[in-house]
């Protein structure tokens, strides 16, 4: 696996224990949601495995949470808007790595460009919200519990978003 | 709930390809089966690529200088581009070429 997570003062069994009941149930989905949310996959591999470690601080309270997913979703998020604002303070012109990544994929609609332009343009809030409704299928009220926001400001994130991309598209 | 209820749908549908091709690939080409890299002789191999450290690697920015397990010699590497290859080959090559599972 590409992404390692390794803390240095993980011993044995409670390693195999973190392993199994965090990084490999948790860390595809993580990556997903920051690299919906950053636009430079390295930030978004960087996002996560800051939310790894995090969880790997608090692994001694790890069985009193609640929801450990949403915990870890909001953590997660929490990094990449953490690394994306250090990343604007740095950068003048923070490149546009995802952009440069996927550039000259031939499956990749000339409208999804366009759409990309606008997604752009999205808070992360905005990114998250959108993310979690649409790819992971939840309900508004299932994403602001998730990202720890009341249901009306996720309603309200995921319209914003929506009607930016759908302004977007019908002026192109 | 009106306002939601009355989106188009195809923006959603649209935002849901966008969102599926911007992560779902990525997160391939990320986590596995494992990275596929490119050494300067252009050998193709699976190797394990850890961003914080390695150990039978030297770092040198987006290059390592490490072992290549299919021309037997040391070489500099660097993981392959999005833009080279396709999901398939990111699967096949890995299978085809697999480096020690030590970073």
């Known amino acids: ?172 | 709930m009106s306002d939601l209820e009355d989106l188009d749908e195809e923006v959603k549908q649209m935002a849901r390809d966008y969102l599926d091709h911007r992560t779902r690939r990525v997160a391939l080409f990320y986590l596995g089966p494992r990275p596929v890299v490119r050494c300067r002789e252009g050998h193709v191999f699976a190797t394990t690529w850890v961003w914080g450290g390695s150990l039978k690697a030297i770092r040198l920015g987006p290059w390592r200088f490490q072992r290549c397990p299919v021309g037997k010699h040391w070489t500099l590497v660097r993981r392959l581009r999005l833009s080279e290859v396709t999901e398939e080959e990111v699967r096949r090559l890995a299978a085809q070429h697999e480096d020690v599972p030590t970073p």
């Open chain 1, 1 to 172: 696996m590409g992404l390692t997570i390794s803390p240095v003062t993980a011993k044995g069994s409670e390693e195999a224990a973190f392993e199994s009941a965090v990084v490999a149930p948790h860390a595809e989905r993580l990556l997903r949601l920051a690299l919906a949310v950053v636009d430079d996959p390295g930030e978004a591999q960087d996002a996560v495995q800051e939310t790894l470690l995090v969880a790997w601080r608090h692994w001694a309270s790890w069985a009193r949470l609640t929801n450990p997913s949403a915990w870890l979703t909001r953590v997660c998020v929490h990094q990449c808007v953490h690394r994306r604002r250090l990343l604007k303070r740095w950068v003048f012109w923070p490149p546009d790595q995802w952009a440069a990544a996927t550039a000259n994929v031939p499956e990749l609609d000339v409208r999804l460009l366009d759409l990309h332009r606008a997604y752009r343009h999205l808070s992360p809030s905005q990114r998250a919200v959108l993310y979690l409704h649409l790819q992971d299928g939840l309900s508004v009220e299932s994403c602001a519990g998730q990202l720890g926001i009341r249901p009306g400001t996720a309603r309200s994130h995921l319209g914003r978003a929506l009607s930016k991309l759908r302004k977007e598209l019908l002026d192109v």
